[in-house]
């Protein structure tokens, strides 16, 4: 994706999800974020889904309602985009300089791609491999008509995009920033958001999986709407006090039905993340414990939940936290409301789009010197 550097004093980043328009204004100091101002507009249902913009008038008036609330004055912007059609993934190709690469992307793509090239916004990075007829490529591309859209209603709205990427690794960037070097050889980060639930596999501070899961907050809330016949903000309410911890073998059994109700649902969500984990660990058998994900950390608005971390260590058996930017020293909240600091996790991507210039100049977590060989492919 187009990586233009920006200055370094002032930053601008918009995140348009299924839920609401988020946006941060913040001023970069050294290698911290200094949050000056956080806004959100709710986006009705349907508006965007799955990462597409169906109704651009509607989106187009909850930007300029999120631009005017924070009073925002700079131009260059930084974004992000998501959605099931976006493809991250590691592959191999013949070693080639990366101006021949540059050149040839299109034709290499194709083979990994749903669709025809041209109708894909096509990014690459090169990965360090020891190999010399070989070189492993991590592969991003998102459909055009995702990131067209996108892209013509920020410039409507008077902003120069000076970076578009894909919101798994706005988050991954979040956690190095955070915690650099001290991070596990591969972890994951579980982002559960409002239509669907995204497992990243990360890998020596390199994306290697990423899937996107049907199920998530939308889906708890459709269900305690259908089988209670509460309202839409019932629902949520209902679930905002609910506490997964409730359901833990060591805990005195109580009599919760909309917290019985939501349990099979959310055990099949941890059904299809130990699935994605397995995959993950089929594909690197060679490197033994070293590949084996240590950690996960959960983030969006379902990370919100009360008991999900240790509800996730007792039924997958790694430890798991939460992706908080505000319990890091990085990042600097200055006019920050007390609801979205409690509220961090639903932040995770918005801030780190916003810390995309610091890792431009120098990157938050360096590569490890790789042991063995790795195998091709190891996306989904």
Request: proline share 7%.
């Amino acid at each position: 994706m187009s990586r233009k550097r920006l200055r370094a004093e002032s930053v601008l980043a918009l995140d348009i999800g299924a839920t609401g328009v988020k946006l941060c204004v913040g001023v970069l100091h050294g290698r911290r974020l200094r949050v000056e101002r956080l806004a959100e507009t709710p986006l009705p249902p349907d508006a965007v889904r799955e990462g597409a913009i169906l109704d651009t008038d509607i989106v187009y008036k909850a930007l300029r309602t999120t631009l005017a609330s924070a009073g925002v004055r700079s131009k260059s912007v930084l974004l992000s985009v998501g959605g099931p059609q976006t493809i991250a993934r590691p592959v191999r190709l013949p070693r080639m300089t990366p101006e021949t690469l540059q050149k040839s992307i299109q034709y290499e793509a194709a083979r990994y791609l749903p669709s025809a090239a041209e109708e894909h916004l096509i990014g690459f990075q090169i990965l360090p491999t020891t190999g010399e007829e070989q070189m492993e490529v991590l592969l991003v591309a998102a459909p055009r008509s995702t990131t067209d859209p996108l892209l013509e209603l920020v410039e409507k709205a008077g902003l120069e995009p000076q970076l578009l990427e894909l919101q798994p690794f706005s988050a991954l960037r979040m956690l190095q920033a955070m915690y650099g070097e001290s991070l596990p050889y591969a972890y994951a980060l579980v982002d559960l958001g409002g239509e669907h639930t995204q497992i990243t596999v990360a890998r020596n501070t390199t994306l290697v999986l990423t899937r996107f899961i049907p199920i998530a907050s939308k889906t708890f809330t459709a269900a305690l709407k259908g089988y209670f016949h509460y309202t839409e903000e019932e629902a949520e309410q209902v679930k905002h006090h609910l506490n997964l911890g409730e359901l833990l073998p060591s805990t005195q059994p109580q009599e919760n039905p909309p917290l019985r109700l939501m349990q099979p649902i959310l055990d099949e969500l941890i059904r299809e993340i130990r699935r994605s984990l397995n995959y993950y660990q089929s594909q690197y058998q060679s490197q033994g414990r070293q590949g084996q994900v240590e950690r996960l950390y959960l983030y969006g608005g379902g990370a919100q939940m009360q008991g999900i971390t240790a509800y996730f260590e007792h039924k997958l058996g790694l430890p798991a936290q939460t992706l908080d930017p505000f319990a890091s020293d990085i990042v600097e909240p200055v006019q920050v409301h007390l609801a979205e600091l409690e509220g961090g996790v639903r932040w995770a991507t918005v801030l780190g789009t916003a810390l995309a210039p610091l890792e431009m100049a120098q990157p938050f977590a360096q590569p490890r010197v790789e042991t063995e060989s790795t195998p091709a492919d190891a996306a989904a």
